[in-house]
């Protein structure tokens, strides 16, 4: 009996992948400009390493290329022709605006906002409900010199908070700010 060593059926990656249009990724690029100083490394081929990312739980730059090096026979399937170096993708993590992936999500978000739940909600007072939530991300003194504001018993905090939006008939977020982590919910609503 012979041993098969082909994939049966598509990762779920390739599956996934399939779901962005590579020409709407390609125009939000070109109107941000974020493949302006990049020859090879392309904002789609960024998308779909952090999309690799996260499905493979990654958590450093050297676990990234170590998997990418290690599966580079068998990651046709990604559709990357260049597969990124620790210092490429360092360096376009730090330089790539975030507006960019911001307006593809974004774009996503409305071209599948239809099917995203699969089950829907009959209410429709829960239909138009929206839910508002915030929560802190800490960040160290040691990296960022000059957040936060300095308490009196001289321990100081620094960090960003995130304000979500949900609609709850979709269960994703349908808007997402950063502000600094003294800032008040009701700034966030009122805006």
């Known amino acids: 009996m012979s041993k098969n060593n082909k994939f049966s059926g598509k990762p779920i990656i390739s599956q996934i992948i399939e779901l962005l249009d590579r020409q709407k990724i390609n125009r939000t690029a070109k109107e941000n400009q974020s493949d302006r100083y990049y020859k090879r490394f392309k904002t789609i081929d960024h998308l779909i ?102 308490p009196i018993n001289g321990k100081k905090k620094g960090g960003i908070k995130m304000h979500t939006m949900i609609n709850a008939s979709e269960h994703v977020p349908c808007l997402v700010r950063f502000s600094s982590a003294a800032t008040h919910d009701h700034t966030f609503l009122k805006t």
């Open 49 to 150: 390493t952090m999309i690799y990312v996260v499905l493979s739980g990654c958590s450093s730059l050297r676990e990234i290329t170590g998997i990418i090096l290690a599966c580079e026979g068998k990651i046709n399937h990604l559709g990357i022709k260049y597969y990124p170096k620790r210092s490429t993708i360092s360096d376009a993590n730090r330089k790539r605006s975030s507006k960019v992936f911001s307006d593809i999500y974004f774009g996503l978000y409305q071209k599948y906002r239809r099917i995203i739940s699969d089950s829907r909600l009959k209410d429709k007072v829960i239909n138009n409900l929206q839910i508002i939530d915030s929560t802190t991300i800490s960040l160290f003194s040691d990296i960022l010199k000059g957040v936060g504001r300095n």
